[in-house]
């Protein structure tokens, strides 16, 4: 598929929905556990798509708009530690859910053209990228999250399935 | 996590609702594309869905629980494809809704006991398996269409990351 504004707006409005029909109010068991070793958890997915929203996205859409420096600030994975401190996965859905909302009326409001999406900025690891490209993996980056989110539950039923495991493609089986 | 009916079902309740908020009313160019050869597109998957809830789930409760026979019937991997023939995605979201709590209802009713959870079943593949396997198995064959849905998706997007792509775990990247 082609790249288009009109085809990306509606997969990154959903998602903030999708993962609060997925965890909100869901037990303990489900959103702290994670894949064993320092894997995430659940709570810390929603801890760094909220700090992808507050330092990734939008900020890069304005590095490549401006008419400044070209290089992006290198994104920190860690970041999340400090989102997450204090707060329940309820209030953390709450605040991706509104940081979303923000930063896509935000983008509508640019109104961003097809000359704008030949744009270009420097990633610390990728070198030159276009607007269309960040505007993409905004949307590949929520896909990947929902992605690690149904592994990271589904393995906390690998003994309960028994026997199920081959035939569960999220926990390495074959359908 | 131990297996309970208790935190089964908040999981199989919410899975309509999390495939309509991803999928209602969506492009065509996101709900009719597949991975390519005869793998699946999302109107597959919830057709998929759709013949589990009418075929496989409750049909092998009962045949647990009941007094007869205990062998399942083999579950056709193909029988999406009569299901999904004249619909739309709305149509068939609107369908898996509805059977899936008419489902869920019925296994409530059904008051599963800690002793029914290790009655068996002989699946055609597998052999014995309890019902305490078979639930959390419905479990997890919802995450893993989660988990396939959101990689059929982000795949459409491969060309239009660019370089991106070695950081989306969902295509393959290593994040």
Do not use: C
């Amino acid at each position: 598929m082609q790249f288009a504004i009109e085809n990306a707006l509606p997969v990154l409005e959903r998602t903030p929905q999708v993962m609060e029909t997925l965890l909100y109010g869901l037990g303990d068991e489900w959103v702290n556990s994670n894949e064993g070793g320092d894997t995430w958890t659940p709570v810390d997915i929603i801890a760094h798509l909220i700090f992808g929203e507050q330092t990734d996205w939008i900020p890069r859409v304005l590095v490549i708009m401006g008419e400044g420096g070209k290089e992006f600030v290198p994104f920190d994975m860690e970041g999340h530690h400090a989102i997450k401190k204090g707060k329940t996965m309820n209030q953390l859905l709450d605040e991706f859910k509104i940081l979303r909302k923000d930063n896509l009326a935000f983008l509508k409001s640019m109104e961003v053209t097809n000359e704008s999406l030949d744009r270009t900025g420097i990633h610390p690891i990728l070198g030159t990228v276009t607007l269309r490209q960040l505007l993409a993996s905004w949307v590949v980056h929520d896909l990947t999250h929902i992605h690690q989110l149904s592994r990271v539950m589904a393995k906390q039923y690998t003994d309960a399935v028994g026997p199920w495991t081959q035939f569960m493609g999220v926990l390495g089986g074959k359908r």
